[in-house]
């Protein structure tokens, strides 16, 4: 679980080198007050970062979000931490559970599909970009 500042810049490093939506560290502070953030480890190395956001006024449901760095992508490590957010976010209420891929992440899509993600609930395009966030969502 995220905690301290080290952990925070982490969870930071990891999701922009993979979102284009840059987040500063207050940014992520400000997150984890409503949120369950996590970062991964293989030995030493940094690999990945979760989310888990509980139910909102947004969406009734809890979202899930998995990000593992490209290096240590295909052995298995995002199935892994899927299954642990998905444990996480099972208390939460709702029938359902989503997650969101920005669409040019062809390995994010495949992924999220294969794992039941395959009911697009919203599509959602930030002022200025071109690419847009698909929120996608499965049963639990
Ligand atoms: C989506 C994402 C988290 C997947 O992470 P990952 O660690 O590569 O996931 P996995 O290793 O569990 O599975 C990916 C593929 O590797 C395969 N794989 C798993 N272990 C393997 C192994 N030991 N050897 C070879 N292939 C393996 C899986 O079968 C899967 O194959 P497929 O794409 O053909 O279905 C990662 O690509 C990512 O961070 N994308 C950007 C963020 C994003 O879009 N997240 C999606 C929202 S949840």
Redesign the pocket.
Known sequence: MVVTDTDIEDWRQVHNA??PDELGFDDVRERLQRNHLDVAYLGEALV?CTTVRPPSPDLAEPI???????D???????????ERALGQAAESGGEGVA????EP?V??????T??G?TDEIDRYVPDGETSAYLTLRRTK
């Open positions: 993979i979102i990945a899930v979000i998995v990000r593992v760095l490209p240590y992508r295909r052995q298995g490590i995002g199935a892994t931490l899927l997650t969101i891929v920005w992440n390995d994010g899509l495949r992924f999220a294969a794992h993600f």
